[in-house]
């Protein structure tokens, strides 16, 4: 099953100050495009999680633990 780790969830958080889910999208392709890591979860699965809450509407949360759920909420939704 796949999850993102808090950790990368806070850094995603402090790298995205305008607390919006393209902001985040890029966000994640800059950190793949430096090669960066995503431990427990693939980075297609979060982009296409981060893509569909965008799509959807979904308002962006207003803190990082509220991200966190939102997120991994998202991704075992694709991940299944």
């Known amino acids: 099953m796949q999850y993102i780790p808090s950790r990368l969830v806070q850094e995603l958080w402090n790298a995205t100050p305008e607390r919006r889910w393209q902001a985040l999208r890029e966000r994640v392709h ?3 495009e430096k090669g ?4 427990g979860v ?3 699965t979060l982009l296409q999680s981060i893509s ?3 799509h959807t509407g979904a308002e962006y949360p207003d803190t990082v633990d ?3 759920r939102i997120l991994n909420e998202q991704v075992r939704e694709i991940g299944e």
Request: charged share 40%; aromatic share 6%.
């Open 30 to 32: 800059e950190r793949l």
């Open 42 to 44: 693939r980075p297609t």
């Open 36 to 39: 960066g890591e995503f431990v």
């Open 52 to 54: 569909h809450l965008e």
């Open 66 to 68: 509220e991200l966190n």
